[in-house]
């Protein structure tokens, strides 16, 4: 072990002491003393319990430092920085999380006098890949001035969104085989495993991961230990990529010079981009002004929406079916140019000449004047600057061009957020911010457990403000504060969220105005109402959680190459604002003033209400008249509108009119729909996904066909196979649905369901409720009256499970001609304080909701 400048590596019993104070970072004097102190004090005693609190300020303050110069940060240390002061027994950190942060100030010290001393890391060969694709990667860990000693060696972690299969290094024939070589002779290397955890480790405690340990001798300064990532050589098919592009992916690896202990390494990344096109999407703006010259933009997909990258083909564009324009094979994006004609609602759809492409773009609402648009954005997001991966350049990008959204943040994890990152985030912010373009927003998560507040999305108006985060603030009534303490609080908006659930029970009604009740993670209308029942005056938006690098337009995630569902499993969702004009300002009011709604699935359903004149989200003197008046226009079909008063619903509104799938005589559809819901009503976190896996047999009429509805995900399952439907997805507090055509007497029909035993999953940890297991089931459903005397898609027959306090359900309904918009109007008469939202539900389970209206009452002061 080599001697470094300043200190002098010792090894004492098999174990490295930490170096020496050294005056090599550049430090204040202040903070050069108490980190030499710090130093020394690790030196000779480990970090306990006892003394934790007192040395976590002076590790957090030194890695700040650290990453404002540039210098290598263990992704890990933030979340340390945040141990203590204990809020009860129980809570101190465990040993191990100890014994980390002893590792991240000898890695730091270490690195203060050599950045190279722990070595480099670097991937051989450039180039991008295909998503899905199985690729050999190989990466090179050179040694560094400390060397290795018999006994250390590499780790090789992955992280659990990076989507590529699980590592192996036992099995050269099997799937994702991992090789090592090292390049002194006379050296081998031993295979193990070692616990990590952490974004580059075990997400939830330590798991063990593939280790090459190094046997027969020690490695010097510059030897090589090569990594070979889908090693073919032994009849392996390769590393098999993830489903999603994104433009860093990470494989990270972690290193042992000898003391057995291992320290984080910057990893090695590449680039993945979709495949063939498959499908059509097209993105338009949701009101246009008569007259005036708009964009669409025509975006060819592969199968689990990536951008496609080959197979483009021509496509034609068509306005309410006639075509208008032709777009060139071979180009993934166009932006069509078009003028908006007469006052009305106008589709636009694409297609390739053979019709084996399709797809379409949201509704375009022309109106005359209008006086306010809607604007469409992504509040909750995530990047390889915690546990997601990608670049904060190549998410603002893709939210731009991919998913053109017209305001956007980045939400980042501040448990995983130096000072160093943040500054690199709020620059991001400016190169991307276009004011009348694209608002680009910086923001962060407060992610504090659900003890201590849960977790909370933090926005500000202006860039370049300094985040208040958990190290900090690490009980929410300190975020508030705290954000109050330094900054007015017009210039702050916060949004608390269900997966990790905010705490219902507190609210600060000048920033905290909005409640996420929806996101990849799942449908929570209920944590909204939550809020709203305490007396809270909060508006309602949707977001993805993404952390694929494609916010506003996320299709879920999955846990490996092999496609399983991960806990982010759902289309994420938008929010969607009522404003004046495309700029910071009126933007941010409205999200501020709660002119905002939520809608599932990243589909932009037009939902204009207004109570007595007023839009939503206002609070309206008392009157015992109340008004509603609105129209709503959707993506598909619309199975209802509710208005909800004090969360009951007191009107629903007929969407029922002609049209509907147009099949061949004797031939109909129905609908088979699943539900599960995921409310609290104790504080704790929400129910998980109900996973639906099984079986229909059609008795009495033939299966001819049948297609899942909405927007399928690329875990989701469907097949038909004579007079049986296979079916595989989940559901987490909204409707998943598939159609089946059939010829024959619907009075005949009967639908055999058969349905596997299966466990909840998805959730967040709970404390309280024990997550559940459902037992297989097997029962029989009957179509309702005939098409034409039923009541729309709302009459039916379903069956219910009752699992414990839950009410989950599987129901059939004929699926006959319904709207896609819907005007509405409805007096109601009510009591002093009522709070009113409205509801939208299409029949591809795909959702939308108004922010509240609240009349009389007193308003928060």
Do not use: C
């Not at 939503?616 to 993506?635: A, F, H, K, N």
């Amino acid at each position: 072990m080599r001697k470094l400048t300043g200190g002098l590596i010792l090894v004492l019993a098999g174990v490295l002491a930490a170096p020496t104070p050294t005056a090599g970072a550049e430090l204040d004097p202040d903070l050069r003393a108490r980190v030499d102190a710090l130093i020394a004090d690790v030196g000779r005693t480990p970090t306990t319990v006892s003394n934790v609190v007192e040395r976590t300020p002076v590790l957090w303050e030194w890695a700040n430092a650290v990453s404002l110069q540039g210098g290598f940060v263990p992704k890990n240390l933030p979340l340390v920085a945040f141990f203590g002061p204990f809020p009860r027994p129980g809570t101190e950190p465990a040993p191990f999380q100890l014994a980390s942060m002893d590792d991240y100030v000898r890695q730091l010290a270490w690195l203060e006098e050599d950045e190279e001393a722990l070595g480099t890391v670097t991937r051989t060969g450039s180039g991008v890949f295909e998503a899905r694709s199985w690729v050999t990667l190989e990466v090179v860990y050179t040694v560094g001035s400390l060397g290795m000693e018999e006994g250390g060696g590499i780790v090789v972690s992955t992280q659990g969104i990076g989507g590529y299969g699980r590592l192996q290094t036992t099995d050269p024939a099997g799937d994702h085989y991992v090789s090592a070589r090292v390049s002194r002779e006379g050296v081998r290397l031993e295979q193990d495993t070692h616990r990590i955890w952490g974004p580059y480790g075990g997400f939830r405690g330590p798991a063990g991961f593939p280790t090459f340990r190094v046997r027969g001798g020690d490695l010097s300064p510059g030897d090589t230990i090569a990594l070979t990532y889908g090693d073919r050589s032994g009849g392996s098919r390769g590393l098999r990529l993830g489903q999603f592009s994104n433009d860093r992916i990470a494989l990270p690896i972690h290193v042992d010079p000898g003391d057995g202990r291992v320290y984080e390494m910057p990893p090695a990344t590449f680039e993945v981009v979709g495949g063939a096109a498959e499908r059509v999407h097209g993105f338009a703006p949701s009101i246009v002004g008569t007259g005036e010259p708009f964009v669409i933009s025509v975006r060819a997909e592969d199968r689990v929406y990536n951008r496609a990258t080959r197979d483009i083909p021509d496509l034609q564009v068509l306005l309410d079916g006639e075509q208008v324009a032709e777009l060139p094979a071979g180009q993934a994006i166009h932006l069509v140019e078009l003028v908006a004609g007469a006052e009305g609602v106008h589709r636009y759809t694409f297609r390739s000449p053979d019709g084996e492409v399709t797809g379409a773009a949201n509704p375009v609402w022309v109106r005359a004047d209008p006086e306010h648009r809607l604007y469409w954005g992504e509040t909750h997001g995530h990047s390889g600057f915690a546990e997601g991966q990608g670049t904060p350049e190549g998410y603002f990008a893709f939210a731009r061009d991919d998913a053109r959204l017209d305001f956007i943040t980045m939400s980042e994890h501040d448990i995983w957020l130096t000072d160093g990152l943040w500054e690199e985030l709020n620059e991001a912010v400016r190169k991307f911010h276009r004011e009348g373009e694209l608002l680009v927003f910086a923001g962060y998560e407060w992610t504090s457990p659900r003890q201590r507040g849960g977790h909370h999305n933090v926005f500000f108006r202006n860039v370049g403000m300094q985040r208040v985060g958990v190290q900090a603030a690490p009980n929410l009534s300190d975020l508030y504060r705290g954000l109050r303490a330094e900054y007015d609080t017009d210039d702050v908006l916060i949004i608390p969220h269900a997966h990790q659930n905010g705490d219902w029970r507190q609210n600060d009604f000048q920033m905290e105005n909005l409640i996420e009740i929806m996101s990849g993670h799942g449908t929570f209308e209920w944590f909204g109402s939550r809020y709203l029942e305490q007396g809270f005056r909060v508006g309602f938006v949707s977001a993805s959680d993404d952390h694929l690098g494609h916010p506003g337009y996320s299709a879920g995630h999955q846990a490996g190459a092999s496609g399983r569902r991960s806990n982010i499993f759902q289309f994420g969702g938008l929010a969607a604002a009522w404003a004046p004009a495309r700029t910071t300002d009126a933007v941010f009011g409205a999200l501020k003033s709660r002119r905002a709604y939520a809608t599932t699935g990243a589909q932009r359903i037009v939902l204009d209400a207004r109570l007595n004149g007023a839009p939503m989200g206002s609070e309206l003197d008392q009157t015992d008249r109340r008004v509603l008046e609105g129209r709503t226009i959707g993506t598909g079909p619309i199975r209802r509108v509710d208005l909800i008063r004090n969360g009951e619903v007191v009107a629903t509104f007929d969407t029922r009119g002609a049209g509907g799938a147009a099949l061949p005589e004797g031939q109909f559809e129905a609908l088979v729909s699943f539900f599960s819901e995921t409310w609290v009503d104790i504080r704790d976190n929400p129910r998980g996904q109900r996973p639906w896996q099984g079986m229909v047999t059609v008795e009495g009429a033939e299966l001819v066909g049948g297609r899942l509805t909405g927007t399928p995900l690329p875990a989701d399952r469907f097949g038909v196979d004579g007079n049986t439907a296979s079916f595989d997805f989940t559901t987490r507090g909204s409707r998943r649905s598939f159609a089946l055509v059939l010829e024959g007497d619907p009075a005949a029909v009967r639908l055999s369901l058969e349905i596997a035993a299966a466990a909840e999953y998805g959730t967040a940890p709970t404390q309280v409720r024990t997550p559940q297991r459902f037992a297989a089931a097997e029962f029989t459903l009957a179509l309702p009256a005939a098409p034409g005397t039923s009541a729309g898609a709302r009459g039916g027959n379903e069956h219910v499970f009752h699992e414990g306090d839950y009410r989950d359900s599987v129901r059939v309904d004929f699926l006959e001609g319904l709207r896609d918009d819907v005007t509405f109007r409805f007096t109601d008469f009510g009591e002093e304080e009522d709070w009113y939202y409205v509801r939208v539900e299409q029949i591809d389970g795909h959702l939308a909701w108004s922010s509240p209206w609240w009349v009389g009452g007193e308003k928060p002061r």
